[in-house]
């Protein structure tokens, strides 16, 4: 059972997930793997929380925020997704984990677009001077709160949203472990393809590939 | 110096008040706020006004602002013309954009993402791998904001010429090799750990080279799609489950 101190570390890892990923600093501090990770930790399964966090992860490998681009902000959803892993416990509860964080970080998308236009409405005519330098300054850490405060309710609502789900949903799931991981990173493996093909020339270096599969393989079997 | 760090750390938050309208605009403004302060006329409506100049539509990759910051600094407190301040502005932010986007977000982010997925397949422990993480990408990060804002304070009107010593074609080419070997390296490991799975290896990993091949040649497909697939895969296994145990 999850006590008041750890729902409240991990909504504030909400609120910094969601500052992270565009407000302040962008330390990658966002990303579901490390996300995910700490909201594992603050749990007391680390692992767990690394690997709905590196599941997340592979989904978004060909994500670019170019320009302003909108993309499924999984950061803040890799918190409750950790939980669910967690709390649900089993390979049903690392499943469920993946779909609440997809789900979640669509609605971190959405949340961040009018995230954008509430700032954009803060700001309005600063361009043309409204603003004395104290009020400017005041709006700016004005949006700089309520994207922590978008980043705590998504993370809260994600955790409010597992503990509601029917007890015994997990064991409904019908593989086992090692299987659930392989299922989940199938649509990773479409994601690094697609990535691959991203990258300048990539069938010029096929041979570097090809020395990179030898050498994964050699490492996993050595490891 | 004492301005130069000031300026880098308010960087930090420089998309605080990021919008659809000016985008980094208001960012840029309330991070030059001390040193407008400072510079030009004194009087309210002057820093007013030079508040509203830097509040202008402005976008720029985030860890590449240091470089127009450091410039702008610098021609506010030699007093610059105004309007040549604005051109240089308008005409600074596309080349910081896009450069940041094709070194960072397109390479650097994802080599290091890679990196980190291949140690978390290799059995790596948590802690190491978010450390490694964190601590790779955020040296090249917080290396470019300071190499910026350093070339953008001495260069001034001319940092445009500072930024093609960065060598981006190289680098990005350099990088992007790594990454190639970085896609390997995870295809391998993972073909290893689907051996590995009891008596399912083999449609596993047809499966995912397959979705690999999918992904590598349709790759527009792949961003409307992901969410998708993923949910439909968790739905339709508990859908199995559910159907399994009611018979």
Known sequence: ?223 | MKTELTLLVRSLVVQGSWNYRTLLGAGMAWVLLPVLRSAGEEGEEALRARLARHAEHFNAHPYLTPVALGALQRLEREGADPERIRRFRRALGGPLGSLGDALIWSIWRPACVLFALVLVVLGAAPLMVTVAFLFLYNLVHLGLRVWGLRVGSEFGFEVAGALGRLKVPFLSERIGTVGVLLVGLLVGALAVRAFELPGRGVPWLLVGGTLFLVGFLKRDLFHRWMPALALALVVGGFVAGAVRSAG
Request: hydrophobic fraction near 55%; include cysteine.
């Open chain 1, 1 to 223: 059972m999850m006590g008041g101190t750890e729902l409240g570390l991990l909504v504030l890892l909400g609120a910094w997930s969601a500052l992270d990923s565009t407000s302040v600093g962008q330390f990658m501090l966002s990303r579901p793997l490390v996300s995910g990770t700490l909201a594992g930790w603050i749990l007391g399964d680390p692992a767990s929380g690394l690997l709905v966090g590196a599941l997340l992860e592979g989904l978004d490998l060909g994500g670019v925020p170019a320009g302003g681009a909108r993309l499924p902000e999984f950061g803040p959803g890799a918190v409750p997704a950790a939980f669910a892993a967690i709390a649900l416990g089993g390979p049903g509860g690392l499943a469920s984990g993946l779909a609440l964080g997809v789900l979640w970080s669509l609605l971190g998308r959405a949340t961040m677009d009018i995230q954008r236009r509430a700032n954009g409405m803060l700001m309005a005519g600063a361009e043309h001077g409204a603003f004395v330098p104290r009020v400017l300054a005041l709006r700016h850490w004005i949006c700089v709160g309520l994207d922590g405060l978008r980043g705590a309710v998504l993370a809260g609502l994600g955790i409010l949203a597992v503990s509601v789900l029917p007890a015994g949903l997990s064991e409904l799931w019908p593989l086992g472990r090692a299987g659930t991981a392989a299922l989940l990173l199938l649509p990773a493996a479409l994601a690094a393809g697609s990535h691959l093909r991203s990258l300048r020339t990539p069938l010029s270096r096929g041979p570097l590939l090809v020395v990179g599969v030898l050498s994964g393989s050699a490492l996993a079997l050595l490891f």
